[in-house]
């Protein structure tokens, strides 16, 4: 137990170092102290933060600050594959990025599970109807994801993976046993994965498109 205050109290004296750097990375409306005390709360709610190579986490503290996102679990979190700290911004953050950029309408991404009602029309009347079943059905285990853009100006992008489909692309990953992938992250990677791919057919300011390179790592081999 003494131990694990001494990390933590290190970890804490660091960030608390580098407020200055955060302040100048952080947008204005985020006090570098309250980036400081969220960033506190994910390392102590996770015990594998305080194992971690202790230079990555200031780096995932870094990135997270030059994104303008806060590592709540909401907006991005802290995550561990092997002994270092990554930095993942979760569909909530995207989409608050989505929102600053001036170059989407809006986007969304969602699991569906085997339970749930799913139609993916192709051909001149493309479109996707999605229904989960009566509240109280159990949905069964995923199948699939899929991922929809508004543009500004008119017009909607589409893209629909398979659960195999988005298996493969873990598959490959390195971060594919002792990353996100599984546990609470999961459906939080299927999520990204399809919207990863329909990213790469739309226009995205430079800001946003570093949101959806910051967890490159999670999806490389």
């Keep these: 137990m003494g131990t694990e205050i001494t990390v933590v109290e290190e970890i804490r004296g660091t960030l608390t170092k ?10 204005p409306h985020v006090p570098p102290e309250k980036f400081v005390r969220v960033m506190m709360t994910a390392v102590q709610a996770n015990p594998n933060l305080l194992k971690a190579d202790r230079q990555s986490l200031y780096q995932a503290a870094m990135k997270s600050a030059a994104d ?5 679990g909401r907006e991005a979190a802290l995550v561990t594959f092997g002994d270092k700290c990554q930095y993942m911004p ?3 953050g995207i ?3 989505v929102r600053n950029s001036g170059e989407l309408e809006s986007v969304s991404a969602q699991v569906v599970y085997e339970h ?3 139609d993916f029309q192709l ?3 493309e479109g996707i109807t999605h229904k989960w079943p009566a509240l109280g059905v159990e949905r069964g285990k995923p199948i699939g994801a899929y991922a929809i853009a508004h543009i500004k100006g008119g017009g909607i992008y589409r893209e629909v993976m398979t659960e195999a489909q988005i298996q493969a692309v873990r598959n490959v990953s390195r ?3 002792s990353g996100p992938w599984s546990g609470p992250f999961a459906d939080e990677m299927r999520r990204k994965t399809v919207l990863r791919r329909l990213a790469k057919r739309l226009p995205m300011s430079t800001d946003l498109e ?4 910051a967890d490159d790592p999670m999806f490389m081999p």
Aim: hydrophobic letters at 45%; glycine letters at 6%.
């Design 18 to 27: 580098m407020t200055p750097q955060f302040k100048l990375a952080l947008p």
């Design 95 to 97: 989409l608050k990025k």
């Design 68 to 72: 303008g996102l806060l590592c709540d």
């Design 210 to 213: 570093t949101v959806m390179q």
């Design 116 to 118: 749930d009602v799913f």
């Design 90 to 92: 979760m569909i909530a």
């Design 123 to 125: 051909g001149d009347n």
């Design 175 to 177: 971060a594919k046993d």
